[in-house]
C-alpha cells in the first residue's frame, strides 16, 4: 500500500493535466509517458460515516460499440484493499488504486482509443453512485526538420513574385501539430490563405502536406513561399511546430539560416554613439550601415576633411562643425553610382572668451570691463575677483576707482554645461591722502620724546614728502635740527613721514606744518595746527664790550658769554689759557724771573705778576707781543 501511494504521489506530480467539471470525476488530459490519476468523489447522505465501501473502474472504447472493460477494484475493508482485474486491457497497464483514486502509469496514445472514458462506481452494500470522465493522451513533437533550398542561402529579388524557399516538417504528434515561419522572429504571414484562390499556394495546391501515424498522430510538412525584396537581406528564417490542447501547449523552434538578397546599395545610414547637439570637444564614435550585396563597402564616410572608408570613425567636435553634416556612400562593386546619407551636426561651443577694458586706472575714475564669447546658444556672464563672484552680466562697471579695485577679474562665460573663461589684470595708480587733510597737535600732555607729526599717503609706488611751515604769516622751508628730525617708513602701498620736535617750547607754539604728498602731476597736502606752548625758549646769546686804557689807545674786546652755565665755564677757561700763555711767553723771553737787574737763578720771590683786571690782562699780552719783537731787534 505504501507502495502504491508513493507511486501515486510522483504520478501526481509529473502529469500534465487539465480538468473540467463532469459529474463527480474531472476530465484527465497527459501527456505519452506521464501518469494519468482519476478522482471519484462520491457523498452519501443516508449514510453514517465512517461506512464500508466499494469502488470499481472501467474503461470504454472510443467507438463506444464494445461494453466497458473492469480495471480495477478497492475496497476499504480490512484496512484498504486493491485488485487488478485480469483482461487483455489490463494485461499491459499498470494500474494502482488508493481509496478513491485511480492512476494508470505510463499513459500511452492507445488509450484515446481503448480508454476513451473512464468510469466510477461506487457501493456501500445499501446504496450505489456511477460517475464518468474523459480521457487523452497528448503526443508532443520533440524534434523537426527545417532548412533552406538553398545551402548558400543566396537569393535574388523576387520581383513581387513568390517563391519557395525551405520547407519544415513537424515530427509526428497528436493532436495534428501547427507549422509556422518566422522571419527575424515575427510570424511571416502568407499573402493568400484559401486553398479556392487560384493563387492561394502561388500556383500549387497547398503549402504543405499531412501524414497520418497511428493512434490519430499526424505529421505535418510546410514549404514557405516568400516574396523576396532587398528588405529581406540577413533575415533568419526559423520554424516554429506547436502542438496544443486546450490550455496545454508546447511550442520546438527550429533555426532555417539567414538568407541573402542579391542586390545594389540603395539605403545608408549613419548612428552615433552619443546624441545631439552635441558640444566643442566632445569625441563622438559614428557607424555607418549600408544594404548591398555581395562585397558592398563604404567608399568614403566622414565630416569635412576627416574622413575614412571604415564603417567606423570617431570624430571630435568643433565649433566650427556646426550645420555641417556627416557624410557616408558605399556601393558594390558592381555598383556605379554609390548611395549615399549625412547626418546633420549640432554643435555647441562656447570659446575665443575676451575682455576689453582698461588695464591701467587712476584712483578715482570709473572703469568699465566688458566680456565676449563666441557661443552658441548664448552664455550667460558671471564676473569673478579672488575666486569670489562679484557681479553678473557682460560688463563690470567700477564708478570709482579705489586701490581695492586693482587685480585679476576672471570672466566665467556659461552655455549649458559648458564654461569658458579669461582673466583681465587691473593696476590702478595715484596717491591718496591716508592723513588727516587738517589735524589739531596737541599740547596737553608733552613728554621726553616731544610732539610728532605723521603725514601718510596710499600710492601705487613712493611719492615725495614736502615740509613747510607757517610763521608769523610766512611759509618757509622747514630746516632740520637735532632738535626737528624726520623720519621715513613704509609697508606695501603706504608711505609716510613723521616730524618729532623734541625741543618743544613757546617758540612753536601756534605754529602750522604743512606735508604736501607729491606723486607724478598729483598731490596732497596734510596742515598739522599746533597747540598752545607756554615753556619759554632757552636764554639767547649775548654780546657785552669792555674798555680799558694802555699807554697809548684804549683797546676793547667782546666777550661773548653763554646765557646758560655752560657759557660761564667756557669764558672762565678761554681766560686761564691765556694767562698760561702769556707767563709762557714772558718766562721765554727772560723778562720774568729776574729782580733788580741780578742774573741767575730766580726764586719764586723773584718772580712778580700782576693780575689786573680783565682788560689789563689783554693789554699784558699786547706788550708781551711787543717786547718779544725788542728781543728779536
Not at 562697471?397 to 552655455?415: E, L, Q, R, W
Not at 607729526?453 to 611751515?469: I, Y
Amino acid at each position: 500500500m505504501k507502495s502504491s501511494t508513493c507511486l501515486l504521489f510522483l504520478a501526481t506530480i509529473v502529469m500534465a493535466m487539465i480538468t473540467s467539471s463532469v459529474g463527480e470525476m474531472a476530465d484527465v488530459v497527459a501527456e505519452s509517458g506521464a501518469n494519468a490519476t482519476f478522482t471519484c468523489d462520491f457523498d452519501f447522505d443516508d449514510v453514517d460515516e465512517p461506512f464500508d465501501y466499494e469502488v470499481v473502474w472501467e474503461a470504454d472504447g472510443e467507438d463506444g460499440t464494445q461494453p466497458s472493460v473492469r480495471l480495477a477494484k478497492f475496497t476499504n475493508k480490512n484496512g484498504g484493499e486493491s485488485l487488478k482485474y485480469d483482461n487483455k486491457l489490463t494485461s499491459t497497464r499498470t494500474l494502482i488504486t488508493d481509496g478513491n483514486k485511480l492512476t494508470i502509469v505510463n499513459a500511452k496514445l492507445s488509450d484515446n482509443d481503448l480508454m476513451h472514458k473512464i468510469k466510477c462506481v461506487v457501493e456501500t452494500g445499501t446504496q450505489s453512485q456511477n460517475h464518468e470522465a474523459m480521457y487523452t493522451v497528448l503526443l508532443f513533437t520533440k524534434t523537426s526538420a527545417a532548412q533552406l533550398n538553398k545551402p548558400d542561402g543566396v537569393y535574388g529579388i523576387s520581383n513581387d513574385k513568390s517563391r519557395i524557399i525551405g520547407e519544415c516538417t513537424s515530427g509526428y504528434g497528436y493532436p495534428q501539430p501547427v507549422v509556422e515561419f518566422f522571419k527575424d522572429g515575427i510570424l511571416i504571414e502568407k499573402p493568400n490563405k484559401t486553398i479556392s484562390d487560384a493563387e492561394g499556394f502561388f500556383g500549387f495546391e497547398s503549402d504543405g502536406y499531412d501524414m497520418e501515424g497511428v493512434f490519430g498522430t499526424v505529421n505535418v510538412q510546410r514549404d514557405l513561399f516568400m516574396v523576396l525584396s532587398e528588405d529581406d537581406d540577413k533575415a533568419n528564417i526559423s520554424c516554429k511546430v506547436t502542438t496544443s490542447f486546450g490550455d496545454l501547449t508546447k511550442s520546438v523552434e527550429v533555426p532555417m539560416g539567414t538568407i541573402r538578397i542579391t542586390h545594389l546599395v540603395s539605403k545608408v545610414t549613419i548612428t552615433a554613439d552619443k546624441e545631439g547637439p552635441y558640444t566643442d570637444g566632445q569625441k563622438v564614435a559614428f557607424h555607418c550601415a549600408h544594404n548591398g550585396y555581395p562585397e558592398s563597402y563604404v567608399k568614403e564616410f566622414g565630416v569635412g576633411e576627416i574622413t575614412s572608408r571604415q564603417a567606423d570613425i570617431e570624430v571630435e567636435m568643433t565649433a566650427d562643425m556646426d550645420g555641417s553634416s556627416v557624410m557616408c556612400s558605399a556601393a558594390t562593386q558592381a555598383q556605379t553610382d554609390a548611395a549615399e546619407t549625412s547626418l546633420p551636426l549640432v554643435v555647441h561651443y562656447n570659446n575665443n572668451v575676451q575682455v576689453s577694458g582698461t588695464g591701467q586706472a587712476k584712483i578715482g575714475s570709473s572703469v568699465t570691463l566688458e566680456c565676449t564669447s563666441n557661443s552658441k546658444p548664448n552664455s550667460t556672464y558671471l564676473w569673478k575677483k579672488n575666486g569670489n563672484k562679484v557681479e553678473s552680466g557682460a560688463t563690470y562697471d567700477i564708478p570709482m576707482v579705489d586701490f581695492k579695485s586693482a587685480g585679476s577679474y576672471v570672466c566665467v562665460s556659461t552655455n549649458y554645461d559648458e564654461a569658458s573663461s579669461a582673466a583681465h589684470q587691473l593696476n590702478v595708480n595715484g596717491i591718496k591722502l591716508k592723513s588727516a587733510v587738517e589735524e589739531a597737535v596737541s599740547t596737553e600732555d608733552i613728554d621726553d620724546a616731544g610732539l610728532s607729526m605723521t603725514c601718510s599717503a596710499e600710492s601705487s609706488s613712493k611719492p615725495t614728502f614736502t615740509w613747510m611751515k607757517n610763521v608769523e604769516g610766512k611759509t618757509q622751508d622747514v630746516e632740520w635740527s637735532e632738535t626737528l628730525v624726520r623720519t621715513s617708513a613704509d609697508s606695501e602701498r603706504i608711505y609716510s613721514e613723521t616730524v618729532q620736535i623734541k625741543d618743544v617750547n613757546s617758540a612753536y607754539s601756534l605754529m602750522v606744518f604743512s606735508c604736501k604728498v607729491t606723486l607724478g602731476e598729483n598731490s596732497h597736502i596734510s596742515t598739522f595746527q599746533i597747540g598752545a606752548i607756554d615753556i619759554p625758549p632757552p636764554a639767547p646769546t649775548t654780546t657785552r664790550k669792555t674798555s680799558t686804557t694802555s699807554n697809548k689807545d684804549d683797546s676793547q674786546e667782546e666777550i661773548k658769554e653763554s646765557g646758560g652755565p655752560a657759557g660761564i665755564i667756557v669764558a672762565i677757561l678761554v681766560i686761564l689759557l691765556i694767562i698760561v700763555i702769556i707767563i709762557g711767553v714772558l718766562y721765554y723771553k727772560g723778562i720774568i724771573c729776574k729782580k733788580d737787574g741780578k742774573s741767575g737763578d730766580e726764586t719764586a720771590d723773584d718772580i712778580e705778576v700782576e693780575i689786573r683786571k680783565d682788560g689789563d690782562i689783554e693789554r699784558g699780552a699786547i706788550e708781551g707781543e711787543k717786547l718779544l719783537e725788542n728781543g728779536d731787534n
